[in-house]
């Protein structure tokens, strides 16, 4: 068990619609990252955020937001949805945001969309 | 931006053998280096990392060796057994100065059966 949660573990829903998905890191910890994982796209890196902050956005499209709450936990909001969507979404928290570290992932959010 | 090549995709070993996966990256700038165990159903779990300043890293069957001449690092597993068995990724990170972000650049995994 890494110490980073993640809710819900599956989400299905249709074209068009909008989810939430909730992630509270590992206690102490400052940083958290999202990441979709898909089988053609593997593992990418969507956007981080330190201590409320956004600090790096990856690949994520426009139709997904996400933000850093006082108490760390995160939130990822996916709108317009699309079949393209469905994957595995993981968050990974850090205890640093200025030095590499190390990064503990979530078990994920399996979103299914149709 | 990072590239991150992984090979091979799959790789099948006896019971005891060892077990050897290799990743190229891009950005001479890439300073860490993390490797990733997934299981199916889970989330990926860090079993071992190397930064720039080490050549090679050991944690009791399993063992990193970076070269960063040549832009490349390695993850060992020796005397595999079934529970070894996963999906193993590579990961380099790039640092944005200033920003202090380190976001992680995967590879496309490896696919280890170990079998009995």
């Known amino acids: 068990d890494s110490g980073v949660t993640q809710t819900p573990k599956h989400l299905i829903t249709a074209t068009g619609q909008r989810v939430t998905l909730r992630c509270s890191p590992r206690?102490?910890?400052?940083?958290v990252y999202w990441y979709q994982q898909s089988l053609d796209q593997g593992l990418q890196f969507l956007i981080q955020?330190?201590?409320?902050?956004?600090?790096a956005k990856g690949n994520i499209l426009e139709r997904f937001s996400a933000q850093q709450f006082p108490d760390l936990h995160s939130e990822l909001n996916l709108s317009s949805l699309e079949l393209g969507d469905s994957a595995l979404y993981f968050c990974?928290?850090?205890?640093?945001?200025?030095?590499?570290?190390?990064?503990?992932f979530g078990p994920g959010t399996r979103l299914t969309v149709t | 931006g990072e590239n991150v090549e992984q090979h091979p995709s799959t790789l099948s070993v006896q019971e005891g053998d060892s077990a050897v996966i290799k990743c190229t990256y891009s950005?001479?700038?890439?300073?860490?280096f993390p490797w990733y165990k997934q299981e199916l159903g889970k989330g990926p779990q860090l079993i071992i990392d190397?930064?720039?300043?080490?050549g090679e890293k050991k944690d009791q069957r399993i063992a990193v060796t970076l070269n960063k001449t040549a832009k490349h690092f390695s993850l060992h597993i020796t005397e595999t057994q079934p529970e070894d068995s996963a999906v193993y990724f590579c990961?380099?990170?790039?640092?944005?100065?200033?920003?202090?972000?380190?976001?992680?650049?995967f590879g496309k995994g490896t696919k280890l059966s170990v079998i009995p």
């Open positions: 990974a928290s850090s205890a640093t945001g200025g030095t590499p570290g190390e990064q503990y």
């Open positions: 206690s102490g910890d400052l940083s």
């Open positions: 955020y330190y201590n409320g902050e956004e600090r």
């Open positions: 950005d001479s700038a890439s300073n860490y």
């Open positions: 190397i930064r720039s300043n080490v």
């Open positions: 990961a380099a990170s790039l640092s944005y100065s200033g920003a202090g972000s380190y976001q992680l650049t």
